[in-house]
């Protein structure tokens, strides 16, 4: 049987990719270069995430942002050899982190194709990255926040970002809904949301005359979720989950199988220690904090502004280094909405033309 594409890729006639398929970031640990290299070599986006990112470098615990700093030049360089010149490698930065400007500059300075930044409106991200080719884009939940940041850097920096990343409701990680949004049980509907942030970035589309791709993310699990979003005028996706248990995955042997053998009843909306609602796998870690029993917190990573290690039950930093080494009861295990549905380890082949292909 025949597959045919399921995008059109006229809005990416001058980029280096062959299917408009962002692989989201997923921290900390969890996308690194092994897995963004492999979807660059099957034509995607490739997104490492820089959160934490020098956590396996030997002096980690005393030079946290030093190690971070080389990771992303040494996982930036791997990752570009192991896609052999197809696709685009980039990184996903989130604007929460304590160190985000360097971050987004090391990026730039090591060849990073695409810097994209949620957790917060990287309202100064054209600024960090002028004078480079890097592809810029926010990530965004709302009309709301997608006008706020389109007007700002239209009246600052005269620019428009290169493309926008859409997170609705069901994404796994980090959300920018509240917590009682994310715990209903109807599942959302968010193709209205969708339609009024592909209008308002219309506006500047005329003003500037160029194209703007939009890409959803969250909750997409195949080609016929990849058809909806088509016809709701996405131009491409963004899929993180799927490619966590996949053989090219940068995790531990241990995290993948935690998807594998996950349960839809064992997801949880949580509240991380950062502040911001989440969606993870429920385990012993998450059930201590339920009890009230803070897991004692020895030593910063400053990973994040405004983290108060005195008053948050649990260091996010050493929770999610501890999940991605293998210890998945004691650990964060971030995941999508759509987790449950992984029943076996796949390859980036796999999961990209079962994503971004039909059947005809």
């Not at 850097?153 to 990680?173: H, L, M, N, S």
């Not at 995790?251 to 839809?264: F, G, L, Q, R, T």
Request: glycine residues 10%.
């Amino acid at each position: 049987m025949e597959k045919k594409p399921i995008f059109d890729m006229k809005a990416f006639q001058k980029w280096n990719i062959k299917v408009p398929l962002i692989q989201g970031g997923m921290g900390v640990g969890v996308s690194l270069s092994g897995l963004a290299g492999a979807v660059a070599a099957e034509g995607g986006i490739g997104i490492i995430s820089t959160a934490q990112i020098g956590f396996a470098e030997p002096d980690f615990e005393n030079h946290e942002e030093e190690c971070n700093l080389r990771g992303i030049r040494k996982h930036i360089q791997r990752a570009k050899e192991i896609a052999g010149g197809e696709g685009m490698v980039g990184v996903n930065v989130m604007v929460a982190l304590q160190h985000y400007k360097e971050h987004v500059r090391e990026a730039v300075r090591a060849g990073a194709d695409v810097v994209i930044c949620g957790a917060g409106l990287p309202m100064d991200l054209p600024e960090l990255v002028k004078g480079s080719l890097t592809k810029i884009a926010p990530v965004v939940s709302s009309k709301r926040a997608i006008a706020l940041l389109l007007k700002s850097w239209d009246k600052k920096y005269r620019r428009v970002p290169d493309f926008i990343v859409v997170e609705g409701p069901e994404a796994g990680g980090h959300l920018g809904f509240s917590k009682e949004q994310l715990s209903n049980t109807e599942k959302p509907d968010f193709a209205m949301e969708l339609k009024e942030i592909i209008g308002e970035k219309k506006k500047y589309e005329e003003k500037y005359r160029t194209d703007i791709p939009v890409f959803m993310a969250g909750g997409v699990w195949d080609a016929a979720d990849a058809e909806k979003i088509c016809a709701l005028g996405a131009d491409g996706i963004q899929a993180a989950t799927r490619f966590v248990a996949t053989e090219e995955c940068d995790a531990s042997e241990a995290y993948k199988m935690a998807y594998v053998h996950a349960k839809p009843e064992e997801i949880k909306i949580i509240k991380s220690p950062v502040g911001m609602p989440g969606r993870a796998l429920e385990n012993e870690l998450l059930r201590e904090v339920e009890e009230k029993n803070p897991v004692k917190i020895s030593h910063c990573y400053h990973c994040i502004k405004n983290c108060h290690p005195a008053q948050i039950p649990y260091c996010i930093t050493k929770a999610l280094v501890a999940a991605v080494k293998g210890d998945v009861e004691h650990g964060l295990v971030f995941c999508g909405s759509n987790v449950g549905k992984i029943q076996k380890i796949e390859t980036v082949h796999e999961v990209v033309q079962d994503l971004m292909y039909k059947e005809v």
